[in-house]
């Protein structure tokens, strides 16, 4: 049995059940970009543009490695990204244009 | 780096980042750009209005845990919202002006002699966020989405809850649209309470259910 199977059986979000280390009680205040990318996720979903479902299976559909290695926001907007390029509302392009013209922004006023 | 981060980089190659590095003064990280973009894009393109992200986020900022202990504090003081709060958790919320913002059904679960309840969203963060705000990142982070499920009387006991094992303990796990919310037992020795000085007994942590309340009053415990 290569083991394999259990990359069928559990996605990467589905981890009740597992066996897991001690629970550290952290906690962190919002950084602005993460309350943005709060209030984003609740407004795509009231306007029913990406609903909390959607965003979660967006989420798993990075793969295990994006889910270990991106923080909690960064898996939410990668994940509102890709869903935005599959439902044809914006496209790849696009996000790279707007990307470099805010960091144009950005620069221009520092 | 915050030294929590530090922290979690025990658990190993699976560990949950908590946030992202905290930037030095000067360009938005990679991420903090393409939300700005993003955002951009949907609004130029007319998905989003203008100035939605900022209501929400002040709608975000309205909601905090003292928003749940008051909805406690009711049930405690008066029984017959009580039987409405387990009859209909959104409803019952409501009554005293707590909106949800959301599509959400909340499920109360009222702890007792005979059962205590816990909360976890095994799969992401579903948490009841209209009466609670947003959830500990403890909460969001495997060692208790994976573990609260299959062994909750050690997970209790990490957050120094010890209860009895003649006590059956449930575990309620959250939705996209279900959520759910622990009505604690009321602590001994207040009888007395108004409702305001109830509230200040109920913490986000008992509306968890990770911890019970103690009775204010010293050897009046539980």
Redesign the interface.
């Known amino acids: 049995m290569s083991g394999s199977e259990q990359l069928l059986k559990r996605l990467p979000?589905?981890?009740?059940?597992?066996?897991?280390?001690?629970?550290?009680?952290?906690?962190?205040v919002?950084?602005p970009?993460?309350?943005?990318?709060?209030?984003?996720a609740?407004?795509?979903?009231?306007?029913k543009?990406i609903?909390?479902?959607e965003k979660?299976r967006g989420?798993e559909s990075l793969g295990a490695e994006m889910v270990?290695?991106?923080?909690?926001?960064?898996r939410w907007?990668?994940a509102?990204?890709n869903i935005?390029f599959q439902k044809q509302?914006?496209t790849p392009e696009?996000?790279a244009t707007?990307?470099a013209?805010?960091?144009d922004r950005?620069?221009a006023h520092s | 780096m915050s030294a929590h981060e530090d922290h979690d980089h025990d658990h190993g190659s699976e560990h949950e980042h908590a946030h992202a590095p905290i930037e030095a003064a000067g360009m938005p990280g990679y991420y903090d750009i393409m939300e700005t973009a993003f955002q951009e894009l949907m609004i130029e393109k007319g998905y989003i209005g203008a100035g939605e992200i900022r209501h929400q986020i002040e709608v975000l900022d309205s909601r905090n845990p003292a928003l749940g202990a008051k909805v406690v504090a009711r049930a405690w003081a008066d029984p017959e919202f009580k039987l409405r709060l387990l009859e209909n958790g959104r409803t019952a919320c409501e009554e005293l002006g707590i909106t949800f913002y959301d599509l959400t059904e909340l499920i109360v679960l009222e702890n007792t002699p005979a059962v205590h309840n816990l909360i976890v969203c095994t799969l992401c963060s579903c948490y009841p966020r209209p009466v609670l705000g947003l959830p500990p990142d403890w909460y969001k982070a495997k060692p208790y989405r994976a573990r609260a499920v299959y062994e909750p009387r050690k997970v209790l006991q990490e957050f120094g809850t010890v209860i009895p094992d003649d006590v059956e303990i449930r575990v309620s796990d959250s939705t996209a649209i279900q959520r759910y919310l622990v009505l604690p037992m009321r602590p001994p020795g207040t009888e007395s309470y108004t409702e305001e000085r109830l509230a200040d007994l109920v913490s986000r942590d008992a509306m968890i259910g990770v911890i019970q309340i103690k009775s204010p009053v010293e050897g009046a415990e539980a």
């Open positions: 979000n589905d981890i009740g059940g597992l066996e897991a280390p001690k629970i550290e009680q952290t906690d962190h919002l950084l970009w993460e309350k943005r990318c709060h209030a984003l609740d407004v795509l979903d009231f306007h543009i609903n909390t479902e979660r989420v270990g290695k991106l923080t909690y926001y960064e907007i990668a509102f990204a935005a509302l914006i696009e996000l707007k990307m013209e805010v960091e950005w620069r």
